[in-house]
């Protein structure tokens, strides 16, 4: 049972407009959230998370978004870069350590 | 500082046999996890070792199998393959298992199964 889950598997945006990437969760139990960039042939890479406690959490050109009453989770990328094309995950995981739970990925393309 | 270090990069095997994939996480780092990921499916995860003892563990079959070392390298073993084990394999580290880390992958193991 998928309970991180990322309905758009792909995505295409011009460069300098946003970027929105979605993800939502079934666990309400959930309280830390991370983002994940992975390029071909290469492991996912860390990019921001956000505490159960926040609701917004900014590192330069990303910005995260957590609704838990929605149970949504969403990444704002602005300006978007065409180096900014890849897959991207987001992860989920409850006060066990580090068990995440993961979407299944939304591959961005970024169009010069 | 190194990055976690997955060995070997690719693999093939035939149906029935056994594989170990080896994992050395960031110098410092404790813990180690273990992620399978197949088209469609996403990561998921396997388990998780802190100071040589498994803390979690994934939903999947026995035949997978994994430990860790006193110098905090892991290696994990499937068993029996079969040809939808076939995946990237990725290892994770962090620090320790404290809520709000954030774990560093390798690049991963491919392993295909004949």
């Known amino acids: 049972d998928q309970q991180v889950k990322q309905n758009s598997p792909s995505l295409s945006v011009q460069e300098g407009r946003i970027s929105i990437l979605n993800c939502d969760y079934t666990n309400s139990m959930f309280d830390y959230f991370l983002w994940y960039k992975k390029y071909p042939a290469e492991g996912p890479t860390f990019l921001i998370s956000?505490?159960?406690?926040?609701d917004k959490n900014e590192d330069g050109r990303f910005t995260v978004f957590l609704n838990k009453s929605a149970k949504h989770l969403s990444l704002h990328i602005v300006p978007s870069q065409p180096g900014d094309s890849a897959v991207y995950f987001c992860a989920a995981s409850v006060n066990t350590g580090n068990q995440f739970y993961f979407g299944t990925g939304t591959s961005l393309t970024v169009i010069p | 500082k190194a990055g976690v270090t997955q060995t070997p990069r690719y693999l093939i095997k035939t149906r029935g046999q056994q594989v170990t994939l080896s994992c050395s996480p960031i110098s410092g780092h404790r813990s180690v996890s273990w992620y399978q990921q197949t088209p469609g499916q996403g990561l998921q995860f396997l388990f998780e070792?802190?100071?040589?003892?498994?803390?979690n563990k994934g939903n999947f079959p026995g035949r997978f199998s994994g430990r860790q070392f006193s110098n905090s390298r892991s290696e994990m073993n499937v068993s029996t393959l079969e040809l939808g084990d076939s995946a990237l394999y990725l290892c994770a580290s962090s620090l320790d298992y404290s809520v709000g880390q954030r774990i560093h992958f390798g690049n991963g193991t491919r392993l295909t199964v004949t």
């Open positions: 956000i505490s159960s406690i926040k």
């Open positions: 070792y802190f100071s040589e003892t498994q803390r």
